[in-house]
């Protein structure tokens, strides 16, 4: 059954479509969240934080909008809202076990790190939306080729070429401010 089905079906009061819903998006969901998160108690809370938001909010998906993408959102805005309420102290609690540490707690790489991610996220803000997206979708959200292409409702070659000139738009960009 195709998302937006079971969408409507979810927004109608279907238990079992939303179930549904989580049994197809929760791991990837859970992958997507786990790369930018290093620690695994703090991903769980935040895809579950996610999960009911969009609960919550299913009548504010348009019709035609694509569900993971809109839950993805969620989770990314959940993830946010997580660390700016001080939340992440949690790394530091001496109780936690070690891979709630950060990997490495030095100021210098800590610094260094931020910055680099600046600088990404910075030169991905600059390309088309387009290309963000195709990036956003294989380096990010993991998917295979044949996934973007479904999702975006282009063929194979289409996002094997787009990804191509995505990522050479990607590198010019970090190069350009790198020399600046």
Known sequence: MPDDRLVGDARIGNRAA????????????????????????????????????AFQNLTQLRV????????LRIAMNSRRTYF???????????????????????????AERNEDCQRV???????DEGHRRILVLRDYEQQGYREISETLSIKV????????????????????????
């Open 64 to 71: 035609d909008g694509n569900f993971y993408y809109w839950l």
């Open 157 to 180: 070659g289409t996002v094997r070429s787009r990804l191509h000139r995505a990522r050479s738009q990607l590198r010019n960009q970090l190069k350009s401010s790198s020399t600046s």
């Open 18 to 53: 939303f179930e549904e819903l989580v049994r197809r998006y929760h791991s990837k969901l859970t992958h997507a969240i786990r790369s930018r998160v290093s620690c695994r108690m703090t991903v769980d809370d935040i895809v579950q934080d996610a999960w009911i938001k």
């Open 121 to 127: 996220r910075h030169a991905l803000m600059n390309l």
């Open 84 to 110: 700016q309420n001080g939340k992440e102290s949690d790394w530091t609690d001496p109780q936690l076990p070690q891979v709630c540490q950060p990997q490495s707690s030095q100021p210098e790489a800590v």
